[in-house]
């Protein structure tokens, strides 16, 4: 039929306006049309996602990191690798930091300093850092942070502890007045996987909301930490005015919890890549 209709060109000619109008407002080709404009917009931001993580890394690199900084704490994280990278970069093509010795603070540090040939340390043999450079799911206006998306949050909190100075490298959207105005994920709970469910009440008990068992995406049940835990993401209620550092200090109380991924009075200073290609630093 569709081949008998193409040989009459002379009858299909005079509809050719309507039928291209008909296929091109069918809803599959509106579906695909859409869903090709969402994944180059999804492209578009991740590109200027990279771009700010890039500017933020960079700069606090360039500025933080001299020939005097012997020790440097490495966090983890997507904005990190581009933390890594520059630090690889004033090593290997500019000849610089020769001395300087890199801890990481999970398994994902761990393998960039070793895959750009920096010089691995550790908390035994260096635990006076110079400085911490890490990312963050989110930073208030007090340099209050939420960490542990990435579910290293203990280790990072651990080495950062021991840090003279703690810079956070992010991109605009983690930037917000409030906890909770940018990452609606939750605050991660690193816990002992016996004490999961006492611990998810506990929160919820003292500090209403909601804390969720985080479950893997590509294995069946719970996503483990470096060190062999559980993570409870808990969802606060956002309406609700929190003293971050007493909730942190309750948390961290309750049996069975090992850490929180809210890092209160740690940070110095914080660098924004923004969305227009411009920094934004705040600092204590
Ligand atoms: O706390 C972290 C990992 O546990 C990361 O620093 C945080 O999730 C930010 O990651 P990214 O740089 O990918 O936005």
């Keep these: 039929m569709l081949k008998s209709l193409l040989l009459r060109r002379d009858l299909l000619q005079p509809h050719l306006p309507q039928l291209i109008g008909l296929c091109t407002r069918s809803p599959i080709h509106l579906k695909s049309t859409i869903s090709r404009r969402t994944f180059c917009s999804k492209m578009n931001d991740n590109i200027e996602l990279d771009a700010a993580k890039k500017l933020a890394a960079e700069t606090a690199v360039d500025q933080y990191v001299t020939e005097d900084t012997k020790v440097l704490g490495i966090g983890s994280g997507s904005t990190i690798v581009f933390v890594v990278q ?3 970069e004033r090593v290997w093509k500019e000849g610089t930091l020769s001395e300087l010795i890199c801890v990481p603070s999970s398994f994902q540090a ?3 300093i070793l895959d750009h040939n920096l010089t691995l340390g550790d908390l035994d043999r260096n635990y006076k850092i110079d400085v ?3 990312g963050a799911d989110e930073v208030d206006s007090s340099l209050v942070l939420i960490k542990g998306g990435g579910g290293c949050l203990m280790q990072e909190k651990i080495v950062a502890s021991c840090a003279k100075t703690v810079v956070i490298v992010a991109d605009y959207t983690k930037r917000s007045l409030r906890l909770g105005e ?3 994920k939750g605050i991660p709970i690193e816990v002992a996987p016996l004490a999961h469910v006492p611990v998810k009440h506990k929160i919820e008990e003292l500090f209403g909301g909601e804390a969720q068992l985080r479950i893997a995406l590509k294995k069946a049940g719970p996503i483990v930490t470096d060190n062999g835990n559980f993570l409870l993401d808990w969802r606060f209620v956002a309406k609700r005015e929190y003293d971050w550092n007493e909730v942190n200090k309750a948390i961290s109380l309750i ?5 929180t991924g809210l890092f209160v009075n740690m940070a110095h200073k914080c660098y924004f890549g923004m969305a227009n290609g411009t920094l934004k630093v705040q600092s204590k």
């Design 110 to 112: 761990r393998q960039l």
């Design 255 to 259: 049996p069975g919890v090992l850490e």
């Design 86 to 88: 520059r630090l690889a």
């Design 182 to 184: 940018q990452w609606c």
């Design 132 to 134: 911490y450079i890490d």
